[in-house]
């Protein structure tokens, strides 16, 4: 099955902010956020998008 | 040796001649090899035989010879059939692919080229027995100059003007001019997209072109043209790094982003208004006449 847009993880510094069934990677600062993300969007195939400053999302288009 | 000979061995070397005339590998890349050229010669050729020998079966009362014709009308669209796949197979591997319609369009197009080669054969055929070996040559000519000028379809310049406009980030989103084109949340994925990314903005020159810019094909048939001339800053695991084109819904206008290898403004203008229009692509809402209202 081709899966088309689908939030593969999210990456924060408030988790309160985000639940569900994607994966969620917990992080201290914005800078530890940042390279999650990057790390993430590589491994997975997918684009880190910002939905703010505290909230990024991993994205398979 | 009849009196056929002549005539038939004209007819086939001008519809093969006109074959390799409309045989070019060109930017598009192709047909880029040996072997797929031989492909589409043998079968200009076949063409070309075909559409000579109708001429001689019917001044010969053979009028069931001219049921060959649609023997090669199957033919040919096999043609179409084959390079339909060949493109769709090899599309998946293009870091930008060519899209759907523009395969279409070229497998439209091979397909049609054969078709102008047994239509050029059987009238240069025609003339020359009908009148002599001059009339059939002055038909050659006219049948290159008519072919030319059909294959030619127009281009994006004729449909919109292009002007380069300056790429921005509002927070994460990434706009050309005010056109919104994706959210980008890295920041060292933003700082290359800066770096190497150009922004272009094509206004329609009238009501009826905004559908056919706005046509999905139509977009990645852009993209594709531009990514193969001046190469492309990306590869396969870097989604983010992908040339796209949005559109502004307010008037028509779409917004073009492309990551160039090679930053020169204005040859990837020059590409853009090369672009062709897709047959598929073209619509004419115009056209259709306003109702009266009583």
């Given at each position: 099955m081709k899966m088309e847009k689908a939030i593969l993880a999210s990456v924060t510094t408030?988790?309160?902010?985000?639940?569900?069934?994607?994966?969620?990677?917990?992080?201290?600062?914005?800078?530890?956020?940042?390279?999650?993300?990057?790390?993430?969007?590589?491994?997975?195939?997918?684009?880190?998008?910002?939905l703010s400053d505290q909230l990024y999302i991993i994205v398979k288009h | 040796m009849n009196e056929y000979t002549y005539p038939i061995i004209l007819g086939i070397l001008v519809g093969t001649a006109l074959r390799v005339f409309m045989l070019r590998t060109d930017y598009r890349q192709y047909p880029t090899y040996l072997h797929g050229k031989i492909i589409h010669l043998s079968l200009g050729f076949i063409a070309a035989a075909l559409g000579t020998i109708a001429i001689p079966s019917i001044m010969e009362k053979e009028f069931t010879a001219v049921t060959f014709l649609t023997l090669a009308a199957s033919q040919f669209r096999e043609v179409r059939n084959m390079e339909r796949n060949t493109l769709t197979e090899m599309d998946s591997y293009e870091l930008v692919p060519r899209g759907n319609t523009y395969i279409e369009g070229i497998a439209v197009a091979f397909e049609s080229r054969n078709y102008l080669v047994i239509f050029t054969?059987?009238?240069?055929?025609?003339?020359?027995?009908?009148?002599?070996?001059?009339?059939?040559?002055?038909?050659?000519?006219?049948?290159?100059?008519?072919?030319?000028?059909?294959?030619?379809?127009?281009?994006?310049?004729?449909?919109?003007?292009?002007?380069?406009?300056?790429?921005?980030?509002?927070?994460?989103?990434?706009?050309?001019?005010?056109?919104?084109?994706?959210?980008?949340?890295?920041?060292?994925?933003?700082?290359?997209?800066?770096?190497?990314?150009?922004?272009?903005?094509?206004?329609?020159?009238?009501?009826?072109?905004?559908?056919?810019?706005?046509?999905?094909?139509?977009?990645?048939?852009?993209?594709?043209?531009?990514?193969?001339?001046?190469?492309?800053?990306?590869?396969?695991?870097?989604?983010?790094?992908?040339?796209?084109?949005?559109?502004?819904?307010?008037?028509?206008?779409?917004?073009?982003?492309?990551?160039?290898?090679?930053?020169?403004?204005?040859?990837?203008?020059?590409?853009?208004?090369?672009?062709?229009?897709?047959?598929?692509?073209?619509?004419?809402?115009?056209?259709?006449?306003?109702r009266k209202h009583s």
């Open positions: 408030q988790e309160n902010k985000v639940h569900g069934s994607a994966a969620v990677f917990k992080c201290e600062t914005k800078e530890e956020m940042e390279a999650v993300a990057a790390n993430l969007e590589a491994i997975l195939d997918g684009i880190a998008h910002a | 054969s059987f009238v240069v055929t025609l003339c020359y027995l009908a009148l002599n070996v001059w009339v059939a040559l002055g038909a050659a000519v006219i049948c290159f100059l008519l072919s030319g000028m059909l294959m030619s379809g127009s281009k994006l310049s004729d449909i919109v003007t292009v002007e380069e406009k300056s790429i921005s980030f509002d927070g994460a989103g990434l706009y050309v001019d005010n056109i919104y084109i994706m959210n980008i949340g890295l920041p060292e994925r933003q700082e290359e997209i800066l770096k190497y990314g150009m922004g272009f903005v094509l206004t329609p020159k009238e009501f009826s072109v905004r559908s056919t810019i706005a046509n999905l094909g139509q977009r990645q048939a852009i993209l594709h043209d531009v990514s193969v001339t001046l190469g492309v800053f990306r590869d396969s695991g870097t989604p983010a790094l992908v040339p796209l084109i949005k559109r502004d819904l307010n008037d028509g206008r779409i917004g073009v982003f492309i990551l160039p290898q090679e930053k020169d403004s204005k040859r990837a203008k020059e590409i853009i208004e090369h672009v062709p229009v897709l047959e598929n692509a073209i619509q004419m809402p115009s056209k259709k006449g306003r």
